[in-house]
Structures are given as structure tokens and as C-alpha cells.
């Protein structure tokens, strides 16, 4: 959920809002004299804002998914002739 914050109050509590977005994944739209001038939000949001924007993007992501849901790819072991390293072991 969104949530509104004076320009203000914003700048008195900074760091704390930061954290909340970075913990918490909040939102903020940051008002100045009663106008949206800036949102705050976290980096994987943006992320996922880009990916979501971006067509060509959301189209190979929704063929991976027919092609994994089809068993239409190669394993690790298909791919390179011999299985996957164990890591539990590093």
C-alpha cells in the first residue's frame, strides 16, 4: 500500500523511510504543496516496473514458462554430458 508523506516530514525522517522501504517493501509518494512530486520505492520494485514495461521481456518469460510446463528444455546433464556439481561439499 501506498503511503503519502510531506516534503517536510519526509526530509526529518529520511533514513527511516528508507529503511522501511528497504525492509518492509513500503511505498511512498512524497507531496509538495499538495502535489505528487516524487515516489519512493525499493530497487527490486523498480526492477520488476522495468521488466513488466518491457514486452519483449514478458514475452520470453511467459514461452519459458510453456516450454518448462511442455518438458521442452535440456538439463544440466543433457547440456553438458555430466551432472551438476554438488556445492553442499564447498
Not at 15 to 41: D, F, G, M
Request: charged share 40%; hydrophobic share 35%; glycine share 2%.
Amino acid at each position: 500500500m501506498d503511503k503519502t508523506i510531506g516534503i517536510s516530514e519526509f526530509r526529518k525522517s529520511i533514513t527511516a523511510r528508507i529503511n522501511e522501504v528497504h525492509e518492509k517493501r513500503s511505498r511512498y509518494i512524497i507531496i509538495q504543496r499538495s502535489k505528487a512530486k516524487a515516489v519512493l520505492v525499493s530497487p527490486e520494485e523498480i526492477e520488476t516496473l522495468e521488466v513488466m514495461a518491457d514486452k519483449d521481456i514478458l514475452q520470453e518469460i511467459k514461452q519459458a514458462k510453456e516450454d518448462i510446463v511442455k518438458r521442452r528444455y535440456a538439463t544440466y546433464e543433457d547440456h553438458f554430458g555430466k551432472k551438476l556439481p554438488d556445492r553442499s561439499e564447498e
